[in-house]
């Protein structure tokens, strides 16, 4: 790219659009703003941080990287375990799966919640550039997660959960800490176009923390076809489409939502996790090394059960099996 090129890109990504609407949640924009090109990061309208607590579980309040006072008079608990969210592709912090997520936490209390919010870098239908983008934007949260731990944060505490390309993006910011190495990531349906082809510096792996969860609901189509974390997830054989998600089934609750019908396998995986959070008991999955093995009951028999989601066996190791419900409440237990 030559100079004017990368001077265009900038002024782009300085005005205050693009031009957007949100379409059933979907956030559409005129025009991609392509963060490889041009790395200056505005930390309110690019990629902003967004607190809550039980203290204020409907207004957030931002965080920014050096800003001592911001983090002073916020309700930041250091004392507490953290969640940092990463939303998908088409998303923000106020779309259903960040909504769902903070809820479930916030109603178990005691947690500080941040969630991402960088809707102009992950708009569509510019997928290529906001697959790209998931590096910058996990670069750019670590830089957060290194200030906040200069600060008091306990590193160990910390769980990283991203849904689809925020997926991606949560194994980049863990590979991108320099004050330590994250604890947990849960990638939730990781993204799998393009990310497939892509080297394991860009996307999850279970190389990125202690521990990798993963729940696979639309593996092969929008989510990652094969196995990432240390323990992978594969409810209903892990694929599209999921139970309740036919187009049968989806137009009887959603008749007028395109985006429902295509992603309704693709966000099980938040729907379950985020139900996980408020039924920690839920959710038993089996080791098996196949679906069909699973189905002929033929699962290993000395591995243990571990529930899938927040309550998930940190000894869990390979592939477990389950089955679900059609619709809330998921889980079968």
């Known amino acids: 790219m030559g100079v004017s090129d990368f001077l265009f890109v900038c002024l782009l990504s300085a005005l205050p659009g693009p031009p957007s609407v949100s379409i059933n949640d979907a956030i559409v924009q005129l025009y991609p703003i ?4 041009c790395h200056k990061i505005d930390p309110i309208r690019d990629i902003a941080f967004q607190l809550y607590t039980v203290h204020n579980p409907l207004e957030a309040q931002n965080l920014i ?4 006072k911001l983090l002073a008079e916020s309700h930041f608990n250091f004392s507490q375990p953290t969640v940092f969210y990463f939303h998908a592709f088409f998303e923000s912090s106020s779309t ?3 909504t769902l997520i903070r809820t479930a936490y916030l109603q178990r209390g005691g947690y500080n919640i941040i969630l991402l ?6 708009a569509g239908p510019w997928y290529y550039t906001a697959a790209r983008n998931t590096q910058v934007v996990g670069e750019y949260t670590a830089q957060l ?4 731990v200069s600060r008091g944060m306990h590193l160990p505490s910390l769980h990283l959960i991203g849904l689809s390309l925020g997926a991606q993006m949560a194994g980049v910011c863990g590979q ?3 004050s330590g190495r994250i604890f947990r990531i ?3 349906d990781p ?3 393009l990310f497939k082809k892509w080297p394991k510096s860009l996307r999850l792996d279970k190389g990125d923390a202690e521990f990798v969860d993963v729940i696979h609901s639309d593996a092969g189509i929008f989510g990652f076809p094969r196995s990432l974390g240390h323990v992978d997830f594969w409810p209903n054989r892990g694929v599209s489409p999921q139970p309740g998600c036919t187009k049968t089934e989806v137009k009887k609750t959603n008749p007028d939502n395109i985006i429902a019908l295509i992603f309704c396998s693709h966000w099980r995986s938040y729907q379950f996790y985020a139900e996980s959070v408020i039924n920690p008991q839920g959710f038993v999955a089996v080791p098996c090394d196949s679906w069909q093995d699973y189905l002929n009951g033929e699962c290993r028999p000395t591995a243990p059960v571990s529930n899938m989601g927040f309550n998930v066996d940190l000894n869990a190791q390979g592939d477990y099996y389950l089955r679900t419900a059609s619709q809330s409440p998921y889980s079968l237990e």
Not at 34 to 37: A, D, E, I, L, S
Not at 117 to 122: I, M, Q, T, W
Not at 145 to 148: E, K, N, Q, R, S
């Open 186 to 188: 849960t990638g939730l």
């Open 117 to 122: 919010n960088a809707p102009r870098l992950e």
């Open 191 to 193: 993204a799998g176009p």
């Open 96 to 98: 259903t799966s960040a």
């Open 65 to 68: 990287i050096g800003d001592d």
């Open 145 to 148: 997660i290194d200030y906040l």
């Open 176 to 178: 991108s800490v320099k």
């Open 34 to 37: 392509n963060k490889h090109k």
